[in-house]
Nanobody, 126 residues
């Protein structure tokens, strides 16, 4: 299996910036895997999980209308890492941000899974 671990959340004032990272690693030493698409979601208290941004292995990106022009998703295929740069943050961006990826594992067994991280809290104060 492949684990996703997010980092970079925190507290920021409205108008500020934060950068999130999501690193994928095999739970067993020597795991061979390939990450297909990667995505960032967010979930605020009492609200449904929202898709924020996606990026294909080739680098094609897509964004929700609520973050377009403010957030930038990127990835490093060598480091198995996805990033989310968030600028001009608003209080309504406050949420737990979760990393999601479709991962194809070659060893120790061949399978394709949809993996999720535990999330990182982003709080934007007004």
């Amino acid at each position: 299996q492949v684990q996703l671990v997010e980092s970079g959340g925190g507290l920021v004032q409205a108008g500020g910036s934060l950068g999130l990272s999501c690193v994928a690693s095999g739970s067993i030493s020597g795991t061979i895997f390939r990450i297909n698409y990667m995505a960032w979601y967010r979930q605020a208290p009492g609200k449904q999980r929202e898709l924020v941004a996606t990026i294909t292995r080739g680098g094609n990106t897509d964004y929700s209308e609520s973050v377009k022009g403010r957030f930038t998703i990127s990835r490093d295929n060598v480091k198995n890492t996805a990033y989310l740069q968030m600028n001009s943050l608003k209080p309504e961006d406050t949420a737990v941000y979760l990393c999601n990826a479709e991962v194809t594992t070659v060893w120790p067994r061949s399978e394709t899974n949809d993996s999720w991280g535990q999330g990182t809290q982003v709080t934007v104060s007004s």
